[in-house]
C-alpha cells in the first residue's frame, strides 16, 4: 500500500540554509546537505528545498547546492522557488533535484506545466498553490502570497493537473507559520477533487496536526518545516503518533 | 569493474551515480552514446524522462544493445530504464529493446502518478538484498508475458504489476533504488557484487 509522507522543508537562500534548524539540541544555521542528509537519517520521506534567494548572484549558488545534496541524500529531492523556464526545471533535474515546484510562473504562463510534463514526465512537476481564505472560496496567491489572482484554489488545481502537474503543493496562507493547525478544509477540498497526490502545508503546530492533514485533509504528504526545525517534535515522533493513529507510513525504526 | 549509466535524456543521475559508486570496485562512468556504453562490464538504464523521447535516443543503438544483453551483459534498469527492456510502449512511439516479453501500460488506478513508498512483495531479486518498502514515481508500468520473470510485485490501489523482473544478470525494477535510502543503496551494491562475481 501506498504510504502517506512526512516531507521536510528547508528555507535556503545563497546556498545556505536561512532559518536556524535544532538538531539534537544544536541549532545549526548552515549547510542544507547536512541538514538535508541529517534529516534522511531521522526517517524524513522526502526533503524539499524553497529557495527565497532575491538575487541572481544568490540564485546561481542554488545549482551547485543541489547537486551536492543528490550526492549524499538517498531520498527525493524537490527544489521550489524561482523556477521560471522549461531550461530552469532541465537545469535543476539535471544539477540532481528529482522534483521541481512551480508556483508564480505557472499562474503567469500555464504553458510552463505542460511544457514540463511532456519533457520530463509529469512525476517531477509539482504544482505549488498558495491560497488564502475569503468568505466562501479560496483565492490563489503569487509571489509568495503577496499578489491576488483570479483563480479559486480548487479550480486552478484541476487546471494544473490538467496541463500537466504530477503532483499539488498546496500552502494555505492563513494558517502558515501559525501552529493552529493545517487548513483541513481547504486540502480536503483539493484532495478530492485532483486525481495526482496532494502535499499539506501550512499550520503544523504538533503532530495531530499532521495526522489530521493525512486523514480529515485526506493529504497523501505533510510538508513540515517550523516544528521540526525548531525542535518542538522530530520526525521519528511524527512518524510513531501516525504508526498508532492507523496510518500506512514507511517505518524507519 | 566498468559501470556506464546510458544518459538518454535530461534527469538527475546524481544520486545514482553515488549509489552504484559505493559498491566497492565500480568505476562508473556516462555515456550519451548507446553503441559506446556497451563497451562496459556492467550497463545501467536510469529512471528518467520518457518513453518516447528515450526510445528515439535509444534507436541507434537498439539491436546491438539488445545482442549485448542476450550474449550475458549484466543490466539494471531504473523506472524507465525498466520499461525500456520491454517491447513497446502506451506512453510513446518507438521500442524497447524486448528483452522481456510485454507492453508498457498506463497504471489502472486513479491516483496517477504513483509518488512515494510503496511494498515490494515477494522479493527475490537478489540473494544478498531484501527490499521491503521502496520509493516509486511513474505512470506506467510493465506487463510482463512471462510470470516467472517477475522477481517482486508491488500493488497501487487495485493494480498489481510487477516491481522487479528478472532473467539472467539482467534486472528491471520500476522502484527507484537511489531514492530508497540505505535498503535501496545495499541493493544497488548487491546487485553489483553478484554480476560480477
Redesign the interface.
Known sequence: MLRRRIIVCLDVKGGRVVKGVQFEGLRDVGDPVELARRYEEAGADEVTFLDISASAEERQTLWDLVQRTAERLFIPLTVGGGVRTVDDVGRALRAGADKVSINSAAVATPELLTGCAERFGAQCVVASIDAKREADRYRVYTHGGRRPTDWDAVAWAKECVRRGAGEVLLTSIDRDGARTGYDLELTRAVAEAVDVPVIASGGAGRAEHVRDALTLGAADAALVAGILHDGLTTVGALKSLLNDSGIAIRSTT | MRVTLFDYG???L??L???LATAPGADVRVQEDPLRALDTDVLVLPG???FG?AAARLAPGREAMREALDAGLPCLGIC?GMQLLFEESDEGAGQGLGYFPGRVTRLAA??????????VEEDRALQAARLS?V?????FVCRAVDAREVVGWT???GDRFPASVRRGNVLGVQF?P?????A??RFVQAFLQEVSS
Open positions: 535530461a534527469g538527475n546524481h544520486s551515480i553515488k549509489a528518467v524522462g520518457a523521447a524507465l486513479r491516483h496517477v502518478p504513483q509518488i512515494g513508498w510503496n511494498d518498502t520509493y516509486y514515481a511513474h505512470s500493488t497501487h490501489e527507484h537511489e531514492k530508497s535510502s540505505h535501496g543503496v
